[in-house]
């Protein structure tokens, strides 16, 4: 892919319904498996990984990592929340290091209000960079969304991540039908320790 096609990539109101539908059902299932506890961990699969806290667990088809952090809901809120091409370019340099080449904003469907402060909903790009003198360049597009969840006093924030298929989005068939198939979704809650 090109640049320039990347830099054209704007979501239909479709795609958008769908993305968010998408959305709100991983948040549906993430939710499920939190208000199982302690005592049924065992349903998110097979521990992986107990490492430095964190905890991975596979069913095959998904993986959940739980895990603590130690920071506040306000600075995850400041640090991941990217609005502009120079906000997402800021958060990629961070996340991607010596790897990345360049970042962007394709597409804003929708931004914080009064309700929501982390409301987030578009499209982004991170261009990777070159491993050698003869690699192709390396770009990875993305839908994204983030919000704010207010279940039973408690909040949560949370991040959708869809990487899409580029190489199924241009083709003739994906045109005509304006499918967009997610290569992997991923989805981040944070909660607040009551400790």
């Not at 130690?70 to 809120?77: H, S, V």
């Not at 982004?124 to 983030?146: C, D, N, S, W």
């Not at 989005?169 to 981040?188: D, G, M």
């Amino acid at each position: 892919m090109t640049r320039q096609v990347v830099d054209k990539f704007e979501l239909t109101r479709d795609q958008h319904l769908e993305f968010t539908a998408r959305t709100k059902s991983h948040l549906s299932n993430m939710l499920q498996l939190l208000s199982l506890g302690q005592q049924k961990q065992h349903q998110l699969g097979t521990k992986v990984h107990d490492k430095m806290g964190l905890r991975a667990y596979t069913d095959g088809d998904s993986t959940t990592i739980t895990g603590h952090l130690a920071t506040t809901m306000m600075d995850l809120e400041y640090a991941v929340y990217a609005t502009t091409t120079k906000q997402v370019q800021t958060v990629a340099a961070i996340l991607h290091s010596h790897q990345y080449d360049d970042a962007g904003l394709l597409d804003l469907q929708q931004s914080h209000t009064i309700e929501d402060p982390f409301q987030f909903v578009g499209v982004k790009y991170v261009a990777l960079a070159r491993k050698g003198m003869f690699a192709k360049p390396h770009q990875i597009v993305y839908l994204e969304a983030t919000g704010t969840l207010h279940d039973d006093g408690v909040a949560r924030l949370y991040q959708m991540v869809e990487y899409v298929d580029l190489v199924h989005v241009y083709t003739a068939k994906a045109t005509w039908s304006q499918a967009i198939r997610p290569v992997c979704s991923t989805l981040t809650l944070f909660e607040a320790d009551p400790n």
